[in-house]
């Protein structure tokens, strides 16, 4: 049958390189990536761009350094492949094909970069890997604050220097916290944690780590439009995962811990450069756990500097100080306290189990949740916490944050997959699916984010359902097309972002998943939310990190905006409809002393404001409205507002003047800036 498919493509091929051993069969080999799906006497096969092409075979028995041997290639009957090679069975025990290659991520095996791989391996080496003070810039409570964090080996005063200003003129000195956490190496170190507050959106800042009691270099940091954003989202980093892979480099041995560690540190880097790339001006980089590889299951010193040297590989990339990240604690991050002190974490929740009277030992993380524009977050640690944990922390999320038009969560393990490893554990199936598809479901959580399996898969709308066995039911979802107030939760598992780790999927079908996909190649997603017309649409896409092409979406779902006010950081109105001035957003009021947006739901009932707006609450936007009472000003002022900023008002004790246009008056207690 084979041979008859042949002869019918064989005018569509290309000649083949003369290394190929497909070639004198008149085909290509195949790309690196793909997999197997036929075997002959001649070798193994797959398909490539609609044509055969034929598996490379390796000139070195691969499998012999994983203790196996290879393949006497007289029957080649195919029995499984993985990212390693394709393995078949001899006299009832398993032995790998050399007519196979290896389909994780090795950077060996890429030409493009070699040049920069070379000199990273130099460095990192020398210079990077021991680096346990890098910086996390993590999500505050919102979006009008950030969390930093670091290790210092100094117990002196940590500070953030934040301020608008590329000479940092008007910065201001944000004072933190340092505690002692632990020694490695004879060395101590210290967990420091930082606040920053009142940041604006469409806005440029700079700021200064004081690290040992000196100032480092300048970041820039950025924000962006509340109404049109995005978020990069990663599956499993796990640094150092590619160990006990065999590289092309080194054929007749594994990779070691700290060769696995380097090779995924550099791909880590290249995912995060190539997602910003996509992205272009990403806000918020999420993470669904295993930051690292190293569990320390068995916590000697060892193995804590290999998972230190992870991290600090994880933390490694310059862009990650210029965009706040919210991560997930994964498995492989559960056996140390390592995570929750390089992670300034916001809403942090206490899990029941640390709540005991005289508990004292660790706590490897958080619940917590934030609120960003219009979306509120929930991040799970899955690991140790109950369902009572989730509810209250789910619960406590949705009262301080009611009227966001998007819910999405986050956590490590995947209950609506089919990967072959994690999958159909117990706990996973009868624990946690048992326990948040209810939770999701009855708190309508739009979207849910998961990784832990090493595989890519996206659900139809998951709904809680009673009435089955299961427990669940769903609606279907379409690929392509606006799904419009859809019923039900969409859950999606993303793969490895460095490809250190990428596993396979259960051969039984799931009735939950509309698509599911192992491409063998790193990769990563984007959300993107818009606001436009009172309707506000969240699109969901995966790419391929090296290409950039799309591997799955656009997934889009589609509602009506519940408060078109808050990404700008205010509520809407409950107790008032007077109209104090209308802008393009719409038409604001004053409620408790604080902006709020009119909306049509917004009641005429006598609001319990004194209606006097300080400076810390004056809403500022981008935008021209229609006052003309204009105050000019000293535009030669350095010490004046920006466009856009406060410039006068009753209580209000900034600056007065512009640095250009005019300070224009509302009322009484609110002006700012207008060029």
């Known amino acids: 049958m084979k041979r008859i498919i042949i002869l019918t493509f064989m005018a569509?091929?290309?000649?083949?390189?003369?290394?190929?051993?497909?070639?004198?069969?008149?085909?290509?080999?195949?790309?690196?990536?793909?997999?197997?799906?036929?075997?002959?006497?001649?070798?193994?096969?797959?398909?490539?761009?609609?044509?055969?092409?034929?598996?490379?075979?390796?000139?070195?028995?691969?499998?012999?350094s994983k203790d196996y041997p290879c393949c006497s290639g007289k029957s080649k009957n195919m029995e499984l492949v993985d990212m390693d090679g394709i393995w078949g069975l001899e006299n009832g025990s398993w032995c790998g094909y050399k007519e196979s290659v290896s389909r994780w991520n090795d950077r060996e095996k890429i030409d493009k970069t070699k040049k920069d791989w070379n000199s990273f391996k130099s460095k990192w080496d020398k210079d990077y890997k021991n680096n346990f003070e890098r910086l996390s810039v993590f999500v505050g409570e919102d979006e009008s604050m950030l969390n930093f964090g670091w290790y210092s080996t100094t117990d002196k005063k940590p500070y953030i220097l934040f301020g608008t200003t590329k000479d940092m003129?008007?910065?201001?000195?944000?004072?933190?916290?340092?505690?002692?956490?632990?020694?490695?190496?004879?060395?101590?170190?210290?967990?420091?944690?930082?606040?920053?507050?009142?940041?604006?959106?469409?806005?440029?800042?700079?700021?200064?780590?004081?690290?040992?009691?000196?100032?480092?270099?300048?970041?820039?940091?950025?924000?962006?439009?509340?109404?049109?954003?995005?978020?990069?989202?990663?599956?499993?980093?796990?640094?150092?995962?590619?160990?006990?892979?065999?590289?092309?480099?080194?054929?007749?041995?594994?990779?070691?811990?700290?060769?696995?560690?380097?090779?995924?540190?550099?791909?880590?880097?290249?995912?995060?450069?190539?997602?910003f790339k996509k992205a272009r001006n990403p806000s918020i980089l999420l993470s669904t756990g295993d930051q690292v590889d190293t569990d320390c299951y068995d916590n000697t010193e060892e193995n804590n500097i290999y998972q230190e040297n992870q991290y600090s590989g994880f933390l490694l990339p310059e862009l990650m100080r210029k965009i706040p990240t919210a991560l997930t604690l994964g498995n492989h991050d559960a056996y140390t306290e390592?995570?929750?002190?390089?992670?300034?974490?916001?809403?942090?929740?206490?899990?029941?189990?640390?709540?005991?009277?005289?508990?004292?030992?660790?706590?490897?993380?958080?619940?917590?949740?934030?609120?960003?524009?219009?979306?509120?977050?929930?991040?799970?640690?899955?690991?140790?916490?109950?369902?009572?944990?989730?509810?209250?922390?789910?619960?406590?999320?949705?009262k301080k944050h009611p009227n966001t038009d998007w819910r999405i969560a986050m956590f490590h393990h995947d209950i609506y997959s089919n990967g072959k490893t994690h999958s159909n554990d117990s706990y996973i199936k009868s624990t946690l699916r048992k326990c948040l598809t209810k939770l999701f479901d009855?708190?309508?959580?739009?979207?849910?984010?998961?990784?832990?399996?090493?595989?890519?898969?996206?659900?139809?709308?998951?709904?809680?359902?009673?009435?089955?066995?299961?427990?669940?039911?769903?609606?279907?979802?379409?690929k392509g097309e606006v799904q419009k107030n859809p019923k039900g939760t969409l859950y999606i598992t993303a793969n490895c972002s460095t490809g250190s780790k990428l596993y396979t999927f259960l051969s039984e079908y799931r009735d939950y998943l509309f698509y599911y996909d192992q491409p063998y190649i790193p990769t990563f997603g984007i959300l993107d939310f818009k606001a436009v017309n009172g309707k506000v649409q969240l699109s969901i896409n995966t790419y391929d990190v090296e290409t950039l092409n799309v591997v799955d979406g656009p997934y889009i779902i589609e509602k009506t905006q519940k408060c078109w006010s808050?990404?700008?950081?205010?509520?809407?109105?409950?107790?008032?409809?007077?109209?104090?001035?209308?802008?393009?957003?719409?038409?604001?009021?004053?409620?408790?002393?604080?902006?709020?947006?009119?909306?049509?739901?917004?009641?005429?009932?006598?609001?319990?404001?004194s209606v006097k707006v300080t400076k810390t609450t004056a809403r500022t936007t981008t935008t021209t409205r229609t006052n003309n009472n204009y105050n000019y000003s000293n535009n030669n002022n350095n010490n004046c507002a920006d466009n856009y900023q406060p410039c006068g008002g009753q209580n209000y004790t900034g600056p007065t003047c512009c640095k250009s246009g005019k300070c224009v008056r509302y009322n009484e207690y609110y002006s700012q800036c207008e060029p």
Not at 29 to 43: A, E, K, L, Q, R
Not at 263 to 273: G, L, M, R, S
Not at 445 to 463: C, E, Q, R, W
Request: aromatic share 16%; net charge neutral.
């Open 12 to 64: 569509a091929y290309v000649k083949a390189a003369t290394d190929c051993w497909a070639t004198d069969k008149g085909f290509n080999c195949c790309s690196d990536n793909i997999m197997p799906v036929f075997n002959d006497t001649d070798g193994f096969w797959g398909v490539e761009k609609d044509n055969w092409c034929g598996i490379k075979r390796r000139d070195y028995c691969w499998a012999k």
């Open 169 to 275: 003129s008007d910065a201001q000195i944000y004072n933190g916290t340092n505690v002692y956490y632990k020694t490695l190496n004879g060395k101590k170190y210290y967990s420091n944690k930082v606040t920053v507050t009142d940041i604006k959106r469409n806005s440029i800042y700079y700021y200064q780590r004081n690290l040992n009691g000196k100032l480092e270099s300048k970041v820039q940091f950025k924000t962006y439009d509340p109404y049109n954003f995005n978020f990069i989202f990663v599956g499993d980093p796990q640094i150092g995962g590619s160990n006990s892979r065999v590289s092309i480099l080194n054929k007749d041995r594994t990779l070691t811990i700290p060769e696995g560690t380097r090779n995924d540190a550099f791909n880590w880097n290249v995912t995060v450069i190539n997602s």
């Open 338 to 398: 390592n995570f929750r002190h390089h992670f300034h974490t916001p809403n942090p929740y206490k899990p029941g189990y640390a709540r005991v009277k005289n508990y004292n030992d660790y706590i490897p993380a958080y619940n917590y949740y934030f609120r960003y524009n219009n979306v509120l977050v929930v991040v799970l640690e899955t690991n140790f916490n109950s369902c009572d944990d989730f509810s209250n922390t789910i619960n406590e999320a949705i």
């Open 442 to 478: 009855e708190n309508k959580f739009d979207l849910v984010l998961n990784g832990h399996d090493h595989v890519y898969s996206a659900s139809h709308f998951i709904k809680y359902d009673s009435s089955k066995s299961s427990g669940y039911s769903y609606n279907i979802i379409k």
């Open 566 to 609: 808050l990404p700008q950081g205010y509520p809407c109105c409950k107790n008032t409809n007077e109209v104090f001035f209308t802008d393009e957003y719409g038409s604001w009021g004053v409620e408790n002393d604080n902006w709020c947006g009119i909306t049509k739901n917004s009641s005429s009932k006598a609001s319990n404001s």
